[in-house]
């Protein structure tokens, strides 16, 4: 058995062959999907799955070409109970019937035999190729997402610095022995990705999550953690610039995605590209934005 | 609108009325069901959810009398995908029907609205009456799930500390300011209880989960939170024992219910009830563990 290609290595084998590092973040949400979905579709839990499903589909075909991976948002899909979760494993399928990578934005997080349910459900072999994961119960409890990693050529992408203002909170904590708590989260970070096979360039499937809403951090975090691939979210809506995005990559211009959803996906909404398009120019306006954001990544990052 | 009655009170009076505080962990692997549910259901994910509901509906028959609580385990759900959650979805309502609450063991947490859909997922009027969440993230991230609690008369339980090994790595780290990441966390369940309707006991409906396997932390975090109610996983297969609950219940002997998945679920597959009962018989070695257990921390939990 020869082993499958580590998840850092086809990531940037895709970042590189679209010349993207951009995350389109699939947030669906029935109120604010393009109406040709959701006309006729608004009797339960089934109808709004299946406008989710037929939406994404038709998304994915136009930022494909842009991208090189999607982030579905598990909470959106799994609103709508079984129909959901059922719209989500289409999601996936189609984005990687496309050639699109795909980050699962689960956030999962549980001890022994149950962290390993967690990653047996969400890095299948014909699932997902990554999964956010949180470290709040322990090194030990991200281990079963790590042998699924080097066994499965899958990534995990854990929380260490969220996008979010109360981050603050438990993240940024001061420790009695130096540093802060995220730098003890990403000391176990580096730790972990040390255990599965290095990228040519040298990075590792264990990842991390850092908000562009934090750049000074970003840079620290970057240090901390050379070959972790990171996971950028708050781009766009959440208030991240391109330049806020920069100390996030690594020499090359790889080493980082940054996620954009509704800033992409439903840019038919509102600014610019709404302004341009209109509602009916949805697609038009979401590969507008995409493409926006990926020139705007791609002046910075170098490489 | 009147407002529903709070998540503490309904299991206080539950656990009341049953004389127990013992909560059921249903932790469904294919493999260990008694054969009755397995045998012919073998052939993938929607055949083994089908065993997975029929089992679980005939296991509540049989700890409805017994426990006030049960608690499914999301990830042995997930692992079969939408028709696992389907079988989730079908277990929620089939405890509910039987007069038990539910916590749904899911640990979720995310940003904003992400949040605010988790909640609306899992604390749905129909669904579940309380969700295990995750700190992580911050304050600002529990407070979707608190929304919940104070307006549909629903329960969380953060971690606080968990049960396993690994818990020390970030919950026990020393904190500049004093105390430990454990205490920070507990600080904040406090607080964010304070937001919501005491019951007449002083119990709010924002609790914590601290394993049985750490007694002593479970004094301390019992005077940190003195109105949460607390979720205690650990007891039994993980080694910890009814004495070593006893420092987790509140004057009156409630405030606190303990977790047992395997260790009652299955007691039919090892150990005394296995042998006295046969496989045929796990029905009865059920209801005989599950008595025990009942039987043991009622003897310590005072009240």
Known sequence: ????????????????????????????????????????????????????????????????????????????????????????????????????????????????????????????????DALTVNPYLGRDTLEPFVARCRDAGKGIYVLVKTSNEGSADFQDVGVVDGGLLRDRVASAVAALGATTPAAQDGFRAVGAVVGATYPRELADLRRAMPHAPLLIPGYGAQGGGAQDCRPGFAAGGLGAVVNSSRGLTFAFAKGEHAERFGHAGWRDSVDAATRAMRDALNEVRGG
């Open 1 to 128: 058995m020869t082993s499958p290609t580590g998840y850092a290595a086809r990531l940037h084998a895709a970042c590189r062959a679209k010349n993207s590092v951009v995350c389109v973040g699939l947030d669906p949400r029935f109120e604010m999907l393009p109406r040709e979905f959701t006309e006729g579709r608004d009797a339960g839990p089934a109808a709004r799955a299946a406008a989710f499903s037929l939406w994404a589909r038709e998304l994915l075909d136009v930022v494909a070409p842009l991208a090189p991976v999607v982030k579905p948002q598990s909470a959106f899909f799994e609103v709508l109970g079984a129909a959901g979760v059922a719209a989500l494993e289409a999601t996936v399928a189609a984005a990687r019937e496309r050639g699109l990578l795909v980050i699962l934005d689960a956030k999962r997080g549980d001890i022994g035999s149950t962290a390993a349910a967690y990653a047996q459900a969400h890095l299948a072999a014909e699932g997902a």
